[in-house]
C-alpha cells in the first residue's frame, strides 16, 4: 500500500525563554507559509510563554 502525500508537516516548538522543546504540532504547508508562534504553557516556568517554530520532523 502506497503511503499518502499529504500537505501536512510535523514540526517542533520551542520556548523563546528557556530553549526547552516540549511540543509538536502538525502545520499545513500550503495554507502556512511563515513559522508560527504560538503561546503554549511552559511547565519549568509555570506559566504561559511564546513557543516558535523551529524544526520539521518526520
Known amino acids: 500500500m502506497a503511503k499518502k502525500k499529504g500537505n501536512r508537516n510535523l514540526i517542533g516548538l520551542e520556548c523563546t525563554e528557556t530553549g526547552m522543546r516540549s511540543y509538536v504540532t502538525q502545520k499545513n504547508k500550503v495554507n502556512t ?26
Not at 38 to 47: A, H, M, W
Request: glycine share 0%; hydrophobic share 25%.
Open 33 to 58: 507559509t511563515e513559522k508560527l508562534q504560538i503561546k503554549k504553557y511552559n511547565p519549568k516556568l509555570k506559566r504561559h510563554t511564546i513557543h516558535k517554530e523551529v524544526q520539521r520532523l518526520h
